[in-house]
């Protein structure tokens, strides 16, 4: 359960993908949200990954691909 987004990386590599994934996984993780109360509280993100060799009709075949 959770908040869903798609990012959409045009001329990427699987590999390209990945690294910018990490990126995006490390640095979530790593920021410290500061409530109004003075607790401090952190969040996990995961991210599913497709490639398509060209672009589809519809991005749905992707998102469910990202999804497994």
């Given at each position: ?11 990427c ?10 990126r995006?996984r490390?640095?979530?993780?790593q ?9 401090r509280v ?6 599913g990954?497709?490639v398509?060799?060209v672009?589809?009709a519809?991005?749905?075949p992707?998102?469910l691909?990202?999804?497994?």
């Amino acid at each position: 359960g959770g908040e869903e987004f798609a990012v959409l990386l045009v001329g990427c590599t699987a590999a390209q993908a990945t690294v910018v994934a990490e990126r995006v996984r490390s640095v979530f993780a790593q920021t410290i949200v500061d409530l109004y109360d003075g607790r401090r509280v952190t969040a996990t993100v995961s991210i599913g990954l497709a490639v398509g060799e060209v672009a589809p009709a519809s991005i749905d075949p992707l998102l469910l691909a990202a999804d497994k």
